[in-house]
């Protein structure tokens, strides 16, 4: 048996590193251990508690404000939904897009490119005592060579602004533009096939992205050294 071996409890948002608990948040996970050991408790002592026979339900602890104090009750609620996560959307300069859309009458295209983000392993932060992210990783890379034609990071919450400049820049500074860009994320499709369309380039769901795996996996043996 271990001896002071007391929990840790850290706020584990997406693409953030661990951290400490706000006052709010400790407020609440308060409440939530006291009702837990309400329910495990009853459950200990009848396991078929927290079961019912009619639909698809679940037991919920509802509370509402008393004379001493938040008064509490069992409710059966259908389990939620889930709800779809937010798409992000590729920013770019209004007028830098209307350039692009002119160019792209002009352009020739050819070949196809390999698009794909993926998070760091290596936390940062912008500023001195902000909390440390993971920043998520914008790689393109040529099909059928895997040179890498661009590698941006984004910041947390910025991978739709960092896209965006990216593809921006490349379109704007290289003389020939891909004929279909390669993905394999849903979401990044989403985001894409707009402006692929305004563009003339296909945006094409691949199951595999064969040249940007070796060019992320040399990527990450270079930064591990």
Known sequence: MLWQAWPVFRDFTPEYFPWHLTAPQTRFLTVALEQSIEVTTRFRDNPKALYRDEGWTCLVRVSRPGKRG??????WRPFPEEEPLPVPVPRFDEGEL?????????????GAWELDYYCSQAAARERKGDRPFYPLVVLVVYHGSGFILA????????????????????????????????VRRTDLLAMLLPVGQLLGIEIVPMDTLPDLAQARKAMERIFTR
């Open 70 to 75: 938040r008064i509490w009750k069992d409710e």
């Open 98 to 110: 209307e350039k692009l859309r002119l160019k792209a009458s002009t352009v020739e295209h050819k």
């Open 151 to 182: 590698s941006d990071l984004a910041a947390a919450g910025r991978l739709g602004e960092t896209l965006g400049g990216t593809l921006q820049r490349l379109l704007s500074e290289l003389p020939t533009w891909p004929q279909q860009i390669g």
